[in-house]
């Protein structure tokens, strides 16, 4: 009995969470960034579902294979800048990188005080 596309990605990343939960245990320092590539995963299989496109037909598009995209879907690796563009390209989205301080400069302390 073959299951539905959906369905199946769906138990893939139920998988992909459950190894991202087994390896937070075994390196919590890691999380932080497990966590940005299980985003990132979720959003790539997000856009390609709505675009109704294969992992196949989004690798052609991209210059990728399917086992490439399954991978980055799977959350498992870090992706590269340069594949994430194509990725975006190929979806017809924007790819935002946004560096973000999470505490305040030295800089910012100083015109701080002065105010």
Same mark, same amino acid.
């Given at each position: ?5 959906? %369905? ?27 966590? +940005? +590539? ?17 992992? %196949? ?49 030295? %800089? ?5 005080? %002065?105010?």
């Amino acid at each position: 009995m073959r299951q539905e596309p959906r %369905k199946r990605k769906r138990d893939g990343a139920a998988r992909a969470l459950e190894r991202l939960r087994e390896r937070a245990l075994e390196r919590p320092e890691a999380l932080e960034f497990d966590g +940005y +590539y299980a985003d990132i995963a979720q959003q790539v299989t997000d856009q390609r579902l709505a675009r109704e496109l294969s992992q %196949k037909e989004l690798g052609e598009l991209c210059g990728t294979t399917q086992s490439a995209i399954a991978r980055l879907e799977a959350g498992e690796r870090a992706p590269r800048v340069d594949t994430l563009l194509r990725i975006a390209n190929a979806l017809d989205c924007v790819l935002e990188i946004e560096l973000r301080p999470r505490t305040r400069t030295s %800089k910012e302390e100083r015109d701080g005080d %002065k105010s």
